[in-house]
């Protein structure tokens, strides 16, 4: 069965729950209690966002949510801003290593936190274009998304892990 | 109801506490609290699920009233939804309504799965009392924690394995030093004796200078020069025999290290390795244990050698001439203060360096081994390229740790010089107007002492370097050293196993992100032959990886024969195991020795009846060097049929009490899939067996089919009767049927 792409204004959702979409195709046909799944969380957050139902199965995939009508645009950034938590560091507020265990307090858009990173080299990575991410002991996700735009005391503190 | 105190993850704040209890019922009392991390528009803030026996509170600061109570009467499902970074505790109520109540990351999940079950299972009428036992088993695993660095501990009480060793490096690596202490010793007293015959000859140019050769004495002067002759030969013997002690101490320094580190590296689990790329772990073995040698060497050494030379130069100096010697001594605060922010400059540089070489060496056992594979798909410019980049990446940063590590001993070196230039003026002025008692050959003799003295300074500069460098490396190699163990507390409890499998209430995941296995509870009798089926990704080798302790940290019991496999000794409980994978493992070694690998022992008579068994020996009888042939890289040289056979033999030999087939014949075709089915009946009779199979055709001795489907067990029961429920497994066989009639006809068509 061929796969179904959503571009322009082919479909159009509106929210059932909070990270649940109805689809209305172009055709008239309706598929209810979608969940908006992000097929690339890390490199393209923006293009092919999976339709799934509650059973795990896929009934369409939005090629680029930008190209979207915009209430249906706004129904799934919605939707996957509610399902994706990953705070945005906009700053290194303390850094500790003690027993083999980094600590963090950041600053971050979500509020101030303090997260311990197990190992530096599995849990931090950097990316080529800047961005850094963190994975913290309980597996929560982190974005650093420029670091070279970092405060000088925050970059001072990150440069001893990256 | 009542308990002693109220279970809490954390210190429940002030605030939230009285407005718990401002909403609490004169009788209700709070069983356990949940402290969160996250308000339900996702802010971090202080919230808490507060759980009592007849209902529940939650706190968020903002909500409005910051407290919303509900009755456990009025619940009809209670759920936690993980999302990506966070999830949320849904709960439906008996008139159709839904509300997500609390909001937390993955710190909390674990707990608030725990108290979704509780209000679940109080609501369905089942006793809070019971229920609570649960929760306070749970508690008290969670709670279960290294007060220092977080870590879990394996069990209530236990030291900490990662605090516990992290004392001092140098005291770590004692250990490694200890074997090799006469030598060393040695070493530094040949040492001792070089330096100090090395702090002779400047006296005697002295002497030239001042009285040889203005005396014209040639008596003296051929004395001298033997004299020194003789203090050359000392010094070089001296120091090519102990170069030579020191070069085989350090070997046998670091092959030990190694060794340690390769054994350790064998008996981590393997959720380390999920975490760790087995470059960075190859990396540690091979390059970062001869880095800690040297440094070792280094310090165990070189330090008291150039303490001693620096020491003894200064005296002499200040013999010579006390206030020349002050004047030699100005650089040296520069040096030190250089040193430290030197220090502090370079160690993440170390660290970078570490990481990209480790990424280098990440390519190489990645692509190296994959060699087939990169050549089918013509990917070599592509691996080249790939390699390149990451090469690159390293040579940047290690240009950028250069600039720091030769422009600073160099400014070093320039005040050094600059300290001569002090001497030559001053001591060159006091030897011009006869004043200070400073002749010239007194002023040559200091110089020499001097130069020789800014040896152990610049010694004492680059150490830091050296010890970042090391410390970097060490690091790395504890991070093997210090990890835990797979868990083997029960060590000599060897009990016999007839069979009996039971999974209590197991839940699983490998990180908290998403559960593989959800409250799976199943027995296995002895001797019976259970299929697994299930889609992929269903959770069916999670299971048998449970069963075989890969993975220890589940919730629930596994039982064999009612003893909890935690509590049987893990080498002698998974010896007792036969496991075929999908995809044999084999080893670069004989055909023989690839059957023997779990019998190392085994008569040759046991092995070649394995074989016969597994149906190998026919195949293994027709090669040119029949069991002595040798097989490549991951058992090159053998089809995936054969492959599978010599791994089939392997457990026949094994004679284990449990067998586990996972996708055992899923990689080959019907002809080796009937040989394979024949060998696998020959090996089960009589013995419990676990077979995973996507092809059901392989399940047809199972008397009993398990279906798995995202972690959770929806059908357990005889073949026949899940034939008769028409439920998954009657469908997976209706579409195997269909596919198998399809490719049958497709084949006749073919072959008409």
Redesign the interface.
């Known amino acids: 069965m061929a796969r179904l792409y959503v571009d322009g204004n082919t479909a159009r959702f509106t929210r059932k729950d909070?990270?649940l979409v109805d689809m209305e195709l172009f055709g008239g046909e309706k598929v209810e209690d979608l969940e908006p799944r992000r097929l690339f969380?890390v490199s393209g957050r923006m293009k092919y966002i999976s339709l799934l139902d509650a059973e795990?199965k896929e009934h369409a995939i939005i090629r680029d949510v930008e190209t979207l009508d915009p209430d249906s645009k706004e129904v799934i950034l919605d939707c996957l801003r509610?399902?994706?938590?990953?705070?945005k560091i906009t700053g290194l507020l303390d850094r500790t290593e003690?027993?083999?265990?980094l600590k963090w307090t950041v600053q971050?858009d979500?509020?101030?936190?303090q997260l311990?990173i197990r190992?530096?080299?599995?849990d931090i990575k950097q990316l080529y274009d800047g961005r850094i991410l963190v994975r913290d002991?309980?597996?929560?996700?982190y974005e650093i998304i420029d670091y070279r735009k970092l405060d000088k005391n925050s970059l001072r503190l990150l440069?001893?892990?990256? | 109801m009542n308990t002693e105190s109220v279970l809490t993850n954390k210190e429940v704040p002030g605030s939230i506490r009285d407005a718990f209890a401002e909403k609490l019922g004169p009788d209700e009392q709070l069983l356990f609290v949940v402290v969160g991390d996250?308000s339900l528009k996702?802010?971090?803030?202080e919230t808490a699920l507060g759980v009592t026996e007849t209902g529940f509170l939650v706190y968020d600061p903002e909500r409005d009233d910051h407290v919303k109570t509900y009755r456990h009467e009025d619940v009809a499902e209670a759920k936690v939804k993980r999302?990506?970074?966070?999830a949320?505790l849904r709960v439906d109520f008996r008139d159709g309504t839904h509300e997500?109540v609390f909001r937390f990351?993955?710190?909390v999940a674990t707990l608030a799965d725990m108290a979704a079950t509780f209000i679940k299972n109080v609501a369905d009428g089942k006793a809070p009392e019971e229920e609570y036992e649960v929760v306070r088993a749970t508690y008290e695993k969670l709670m279960n924690v290294c007060p220092?660095?977080?870590?879990t501990l394996l069990h209530p009480g236990a030291e900490c394995i990662?605090?516990q060793s992290?004392g001092k490096i140098v005291k770590k690596l004692v250990k490694y030093v200890k074997p090799e202490t006469k030598t060393l010793v040695l070493c530094l007293f040949l040492s001792v004796l070089t330096t100090a015959v090395a702090l002779v000859p400047p006296y005697m140019t002295g002497r030239l200078v001042d009285s040889v050769l203005p005396d014209k004495n040639r008596k003296a002067l051929l004395w001298i020069v033997i004299a020194l002759f003789g203090t050359y030969l000392f010094q070089y013997l001296i120091g090519a025999l102990r170069g030579y002690l020191l070069r085989v101490s350090g070997d046998r320094i670091v092959l030990s290290l190694r060794n340690d580190v390769y054994k350790k590296a064998q008996s981590l689990p393997l959720r380390f390795y999920d975490?760790?790329s087995t470059g960075?772990v190859i990396n540690r073995i091979s390059g970062d244990t001869n880095t800690i040698q040297a440094f070792m060497l280094r310090i165990s050494q070189e330090v008291v050698v150039q303490f001693f030379l620096g020491v003894g130069i200064i005296v002499i100096m200040l013999i010579l001439n006390w206030r020349l010697t002050l004047l030699s001594l100005i650089p040296v605060p520069l040096v030190v203060v250089g040193a430290k922010i030197f220090g502090r400059k370079i160690?993440?540089f170390y660290?970078?360096i570490w990481?990209r070489w480790?990424g280098v060496v990440s390519v190489l056992t990645d692509t190296i081994p994959n060699i087939r594979v990169t050549k089918s798909f013509a990917g070599e410019e592509r691996t080249v390229e790939k390699f390149k980049s990451y090469n690159n990446e390293w040579l940047n940063v290690d240009t950028s740790a250069a600039k720091i590590s030769t422009v600073f001993p160099h400014i070093v070196s320039f005040f050094v010089t600059c300290g001569s230039l002090l001497i030559w003026s001053v001591g060159g002025g006091w030897v011009i107007s006869g004043t200070g008692g400073l002749t010239t050959g007194l002023l040559v003799s200091f110089l020499s002492y001097a130069s020789m003295f800014y040896g152990p300074v610049n010694f004492f500069a680059y150490l830091n370097d050296s010890y970042q460098h090391a410390l970097s490396s060490v690091?790395?190699v504890?991070?093997i050293l210090?990890a835990e163990d797979e868990a083997d507390e029960a060590k000599g409890n060897c009990p016999p196993i007839r069979g009996r499998i039971e999974f209590k209430n197991v839940n699983f995941s490998f990180?908290?992100?998403k559960k593989v296995l959800s409250d799976v509870n199943i027995t296995i009798e002895p001797g019976e032959i259970v299929g697994i089926v299930g889609t992929t990704g269903s959770g069916k080798s999670t299971l048998v990886n449970l069963l075989m302790r890969f993975y220890d940290n589940y919730e629930g019991e596994i039982l064999v024969d009612g003893e909890n496999i935690k509590n049987i000794d893990l080498q002698y409980f998974r010896s007792q195991i036969g496991y075929v994978q999908q995809d044999p493992m084999m080893f670069s070694d004989t055909v023989y020795n690839n059957i023997a690998y779990g019998k190392p022992d085994a008569h040759v008579e046991e092995v070649i009846h394995a074989a016969e068994v597994a149906n190998a020996h026919e195949f293994i009888a027709r090669q040119p060097d029949g069991y002595d042939t040798v097989l490549g890289e991951r058992g090159v040289g053998l089809s995936g049929g054969e492959r599978q056979r010599v791994s089939i033999a392997r457990a026949v030999l094994k004679n284990p009490s449990l067998l586990i087939f996972d996708e055992a014949t899923a990689a080959v075709d019907s002809e080796t899939e009937h040989l394979i089915q024949e060998a696998i009946e020959r090996l089960i009779s009589g013995r419990t067996t676990l077979m995973i199979a996507h092809r059901l055709s392989t399940l047809r001795k199972a008397n009993r089919i398990i279906v798995v489907d995202?972690g959770r067990i929806i059908e357990n029961d005889t073949p026949e009767a899940l034939m008769e429920l028409k439920g998954k497994y009657y469908k997976l066989v209706q579409i195997q049927t269909m596919a198998d009639q399809l490719a049958k006809s497709k084949a006749e068509e073919k072959f008409e």
């Open positions: 909070i990270c969380p795990g509610e399902y994706y938590l990953i705070p003690k027993y083999g265990i971050t979500r509020g101030v936190q311990r190992n530096r080299n599995a002991s309980n597996d929560n996700r440069s001893a892990d990256i | 996250l996702a802010d971090y803030s999302m990506y970074g966070n949320r997500d990351t993955y710190a220092k660095c977080g870590r990662n605090c992290k975490k760790t960075s160690l993440p660290r970078r990481r480790a690091e790395k504890f991070d210090d990180d908290r992100t995202q």
